[in-house]
């Protein structure tokens, strides 16, 4: 896994099979705070959810993540609670009604199609956005929001350096 930076506020990495973006995820784990928020954008299939099983098994999250797409939130106890929102199937409006602010405070967002997440809970998020490159290629480039944003993402740059070496 490698990649130039492409911008002073972002990074840009690729990982070649789907366990290298889990590792990417589990080291991620390692930076997450409660009241965390992360974006997760890209097509069917990008490995979205990939990643975020990865940040379960980085937080300790017992059990196998899978999507959340007819539930909208899955919950995973672990070092800290991991909320696993998958927003596909979800007009604007109805996110409102999730009650995101009062597991916000107790854990992490981690939101598949993230771009529909009300606007007030993306100021402080980790972006990533995953790219399909080829069969098993997949590029991901990480921007990060307000000072919270930005301390994630160098947990990102920390992360896919860890993540890369294993
Ligand atoms: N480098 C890679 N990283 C992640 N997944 C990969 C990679 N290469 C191939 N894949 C494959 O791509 C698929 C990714 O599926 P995943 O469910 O994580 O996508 P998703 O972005 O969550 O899609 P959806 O929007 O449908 O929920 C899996 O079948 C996985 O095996
Ligand atoms: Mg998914």
């Excluded at 973006?21 to 409660?34: D, I, K, P, Q, Y």
């Excluded at 070092?79 to 409006?93: A, I, M, T, V, W």
């Excluded at 007030?120 to 944003?149: P, V």
Aim: with cysteine; hydrophobic share 45%; glycine share 12%.
């Amino acid at each position: 896994m490698s990649g130039p930076a492409v911008a002073p506020e972002g990074d840009l990495r690729a990982t070649a099979s789907p366990e290298a973006t889990e590792r990417l995820g589990e080291a991620l784990a390692g930076s997450l705070a409660a009241g965390d928020v992360l974006l997760l954008v890209g097509p069917l299939g990008a490995g979205k959810t990939c990643l975020v099983a990865g940040l379960a098994r980085g937080l300790g999250c017992p059990g196998r993540v899978r999507s959340p797409s007819f539930t909208l939130v899955n919950e995973y106890e672990g070092r800290l609670p991991l909320f696993h929102l998958d927003l596909y199937r979800l007009q604007g409006p109805e996110a409102e009604a999730l009650g995101l602010e009062e597991r916000l405070e107790r854990g992490v967002l981690a939101v598949e199609w993230g771009e529909r997440l009300p606007r007030h809970l993306c100021q402080q998020a980790l972006a990533l956005r995953f790219e399909i490159a080829t069969a098993t290629e997949r590029r991901i480039h990480a921007s990060g929001e307000g000072a919270r944003g930005r301390q994630l993402l160098d947990g990102f740059r920390a992360a896919a350096a860890k993540a890369a070496w294993r």
